[in-house]
């Protein structure tokens, strides 16, 4: 599904990424851990296709389409989906406003009928239920006012909503209590399916207790310094990432 | 002495056969109050930029004399805000026959000043000799019509009333100086909708002037929307006391005019009392739009509340000046004000002085100010989850605006106003 | 709360109203009264100066003929007779020692009753690198004193009166004098262009970090007269240097006139910051006396990455009038402003900055706090530009104003002009006062009702005190006390 090869992304004038290799097929989900400033989260920008990450060489292929190509937008409705690490506070739109009129964007973009406003509703609310959101929360601004886990946890209910192909998931752990943690887990695991795919950005080995992941790859220095199965996330837990680099 | 700006000359050599013709020539009141006015405007002239009030809007354009433009004069448009009380200014005079005031409640009237002039009624007036704004004096020597409208105690309109100032031509020496004048009873309640409008090409000097006086208790929604010609030149001074328990709701939409001021005075008077000014000003290619409010508190105990916003596009220049000013004595007073302008070209530019001038300790008064261009953050937050560009950027500016559309009580007013910001952005 | 504790042991060791309101007697050597051309060339002559600094500032004398007085600002005074001022006045020295053991002890008395700042003692008893702050002492028009002047010179930082600078590096002030306030500029600017007598000189060479704090301390000693000194600070590329700049004056009960310049060039990747603990006689409670404090400072990021901060502490002066500027000229360059200006009594401040934004990814932020006690009248004024070619620039402003008794008046007169679209500007202004909860709240954990002001007021200022150097944060925050006095009650 995603095919990354000798990836080399620049943030000003800064080398992040020298040279990511890393091909995710349909089904699996692969974690990527590694220390702060490894350039983690600057993969997952440049997977989604922000401004300001340059990619200097190298390709990504996903669904054997250039994606670097594309706009955010565009691949966000070819099906990729990133879970922000810092979620954006947007003052003035309500949170029901964004989510159908995104929804409604990507339904118009695969050539569905966009559904109203009442049929909207009633899917939002089955979510929302499932991940222990307050309904109150769709009617306030974005982000606004949101704790970090209520940010979080709105990451995870449009996701669920939009259901992507490919899920992005930046340090989704990060400001989560247990409870929290564990139901933003079923969230990603409900929608685990032979057809999807995820790539989990974490600093902690705790989120893949929750989301077991098929592949683990160390990140560091912009590099992928080692892969390997679930067992790898459980030796860097207890070694530490510095014994890694050390090796 | 210094010469005067050419239209200030040819308004002084105009005075003498015009006032011959201007409402209320029999009387000898009317007429010495419009020379007093004639000899302020003299001493004073138009301000230039080195007046510390007109720093940021240059009316040389207005001042070196009005171009007259070619264009063919239109009809009256319809109304697109509805309400059984309409009360019609065409071309700066009062027009009966497009009005249709309807049946107005008891206590509340609704006439027009040149005829209040015309009978002699200068009493409206008595605040006026002192003034010492350049165009509130050339007002009074040439004021020619508007609206008064008084309510008796008690009285409550449930509806709204809508004034419209509609030009239908412009020459070269057209101006206008409207002359309105409200007068609330204790508790009354009034909601008002003010229009300008002209059809772009037309070149001509609005210049209304509003005196507005409520009593303790009363309630007014002023509202206003000017959609000027792109041609013309558009001052308005409004002037407000609100005595304890009154509340003065003021909000101006503006997206016309090639130059525009609207400044707004509020003298607060009274314990529990509140003044609370907000607008939004839409702008592109070189109009140029100047918000100055004057937010006076004059004793203990009442509030103010004010926000702004503004939207520019291509050349267009906004200025937004506010002041507030808390007396000695005037303690437990509340002051906010917010503005705020997005930049959608690089060519737009905005100038702003939040001023706040704070003479007792016992007060909250606060002011924001921000300006620049839509957050990169939340256009890509939304790009990110399939909305395309444009969308979003409309999303954001939709949102924008949002905020300050929520300030308009008035239902209606709100649903005209937001009709209106949404047609201007489709052009974006 | 340390340091609150420390601030209270602070302010009750001070017993005078004010600490620095004694005057030497020192026989000085003094220009004929009032101003005219030939004061100007009498000051000039003085300084045995060459004749294109007499040129410039007999320009800068005419100049100054042609202008008016400003009058824009939110301040109120008799108007001032330039006629009525001393311009040049030296302390009487035989010939120019060449250690401090040279110098008249009269004035080395002075220096011990300054206090804090000066460190003479140890400079004395050759306790060299106990105290690393470089001092160049400005008395009344002339430099006196530098100290650390070896040491500065092996890494190649320049550090001297301005007046001897003309002399041994004509270069630099000729290049330099006037490139960025230029004697046009204003009424004041104008008139110091053409009777400065003295100040000091820094330059900081390519690469330089300048191994100590540099400090000059500034003191108006005899009646009647003018201070009108210099500061010209140039920062090479990839340089660094800590400025701080310490003002005293003697009680008087006539008012005296301070109108400094200084000017600050800061190149690539450099960086200057100066710090200023305003303490000038601000008069008595009645409002006699007291300082007429008319300066301009100015910074210019010349090259990209420059930087530039401005710290200051104004607690003095019978009117303070000045606004220290960042002209961001070169791309991604920094200006700061951190101010705190405490006004009581008749004080009156108007003061804030100007950031003029034209280099891309310039960034500015501004914190002012200003404080209004007694009958005093603060204003904060301040200008934030963004030029049409400062794409990406950003500005953020915050200015807090905090009003002790129903007397005084607090004012905000924030200018911002954005014409980059690009480009954000935020302005934030609150006011408050000390509520009797805090004071009570304070008193009932066994704080004097002045102790409890001066911590509370400590705590509003904490951001801008907090950017202070050490030795002068804890001057500035005793002033902070002292300036309060009989504020409350």
Known sequence: ?247 | MKNLTPLAQTYLDRFDAARRSLPGHASPAVTALRESGLARFKALDFPGRKVEEWRFTNLSPLTKGIEAMEAPATSLPVAEFKTPHVMTFINGRFSHANSALGELPKGLTLTSFASELDAGNSTLLESDAEDSRAVVALNTAFMEDGFVLTAAENTTLDTSILIRFVSLDGTADNARHMRNIIRLGKNATVTLLEEHAGADGHAYFANPVTDIALEEGARLNHYKFQAESNTAFHLATTDCEVPAGAHYENFSLSTGARLSRNEITTRITGDKALSSLNGAYLIRGHQHCDTTTITRHLVPENESKQVYKGILDDDAQGVFQGKIQIVPDAQKVSGDQLSRALLLSDRASVAVKPELEIHADDVKCSHGASSGELDEDALFYLQSRGIDGKTARKMLIDAFLADVLDEITDEAVRSFFAAITARWMEEV | MAIARETVEQVNSVSDKYKYGFFSDIESDTAPIGLSEDIVRFISAKKEEPSWLLEWRLKAYRHWLTMIEPEWANVHYPKIDFQDIYYYSAPKQKDKPKSLDEVDPELLEVYKKLGIPLKEQEVLAGVEGAHNVAVDAVFDSVSVATTFRERLEKEGVIFCPISEAVRDHPELVQKFMGSVVPYTDNYYAALNSAVFTDGSFCYIPKGVRCPMELSTYFRINAAQTGQFERTLIIAEEESYVSYLEGCTAPMRDENQLHAAVVELIIMKDAEIKYSTVQNWYPGDENGVGGIYNFVTKRAACRGDNAKVSWTQVETGSAITWKYPSCILQGDNSVGEFYSIAIANNMQQADTGTKMIHLGKNTSSTIISKGISAGKAQNTYRGLVRMGRKAANARNHTVCDSLLIGDKCGAHTVPYIENQSRTATVEHEATTSKVSEEQLFYCQQRGLSEEESMALIVNGFCKEVLQKLPMEFAVEAQKLVGISLEGSVG
């Open chain 1, 1 to 247: 599904m995603l095919e990354i090869k000798d990836l080399h992304a620049t943030v000003g004038d800064k080398e992040i990424l020298k040279g990511i290799n890393l091909t995710i097929k349909a089904g699996e989900i692969h974690a990527v851990m590694g220390p702060n400033g490894a350039g983690k989260s600057t993969l997952s920008y440049v997977l989604a296709g922000r401004e300001g990450y340059e990619v200097t060489s190298g390709d990504v292929l996903y669904k054997g389409e250039n994606l670097l190509d594309l706009s955010p937008d565009e691949r966000a409705c070819r099906g990729i989906f990133l879970a922000f690490q810092y979620p954006v506070e947007i003052p003035g739109v309500a949170s029901a406003t964004f989510l159908k009129t995104a929804y409604n964007a990507q339904r118009k973009f695969r050539g569905e009928s966009e559904v109203d406003a009442m049929e909207f509703l009633k899917l939002v609310r089955e979510k929302t239920k499932e991940l222990d959101i307050k309904d109150d929360m769709l009617k306030r601004a974005v982000n606004v006012g949101f704790s970090g886990g209520e940010k979080k946890r709105n990451e995870v209910l449009q996701m669920s909503l939009l259901e992507p192909d490919l899920m992005l998931l930046d340090e989704t752990d990060s400001g989560l209590d247990i409870d929290a943690l564990k139901i933003a887990a079923d969230g990603v695991n409900r929608l685990r399916s032979p057809e999807r795919a995820g790539l989990i950005i974490t600093h902690y080995q705790r989120l893949l207790d929750y989301i077991v992941p098929d592949f683990v790859h160390v990140l560091a220095d912009g590099k992928i310094v080692k892969s390997g199965d679930k067992s790898l996330a459980l030796e860097l837990e207890e070694k530490g990432y510095a014994a890694l680099s050390a090796a």
